[in-house]
């Protein structure tokens, strides 16, 4: 059999009162005040706030990204040749914006903003139903101004026209996913 000995603590514990957590409430004669001095039209009645229950205090901004297991920020390193992306999709882009391609198809490598935008050019060269016309890049720069961004500027024929494209990629779970673009 063996028997514990009780250790004494250093310090005796002490309770202490907390002040309280809701403010008082107002006595009957403030009311009255109050909303005497309303009816008189001598000053508006401040905001009275009712009585609220206690709450916890929780972030809803925030509720649906889980830093854990939302997208990733990818680094250069584990990413495939930019230049040869930016190629690609640029091409895949214009087709899809001038109606040959079908813009569901690059929904992976867009953010959705950049897709409604391919979406609603693509539909607007549906309905105009215009001879399809080949496209041609002409020259594209791409420039990496930090690691696992790149932006890349290019002269497209479009329709006919000379025109300039901006893109911005950034690497994103292994891949490179456009996130802004913009045809001039």
Do not use: K
């Not at 009585?51 to 854990?68: M, N, T």
């Not at 950049?114 to 050019?121: D, F, G, K, Y």
């Amino acid at each position: 059999m063996t028997t514990t000995t009780l250790r004494a603590c250093p310090r005796p514990v002490t309770l202490r009162p907390t002040a309280a957590p809701e403010p008082p409430a107002l006595d009957e004669g403030s009311v009255r005040e109050l909303y005497a001095g309303a009816r008189h039209g001598l000053r508006r009645p401040r905001a009275v706030p009712s009585y609220v229950q206690g709450s916890l205090a929780i972030d809803f901004r925030a509720r649906d990204e889980d830093p854990d297991f939302g997208p990733q920020a990818t680094l250069r390193t584990d990413l495939p040749e930019p230049a040869v992306w930016v190629h690609r999709l640029l091409h895949a882009t214009l087709e899809s914006v001038t109606g040959v391609r079908q813009p569901h198809q690059l929904s992976r490598w867009m953010v959705p903003a950049v897709h409604a935008t391919v979406v609603r050019r693509h539909r607007v060269a549906q309905r105009r139903g215009a001879a399809v016309q080949h496209t041609q890049v002409r020259r594209v720069r791409v420039d990496e101004p930090v690691d696992g961004v790149v932006e890349a500027a290019a002269v497209v024929v479009l329709d006919g026209r000379v025109r300039a494209v901006a893109m911005r990629l950034n690497g994103v779970d292994g891949r490179w996913l456009l996130t802004e673009m913009t045809i001039g």
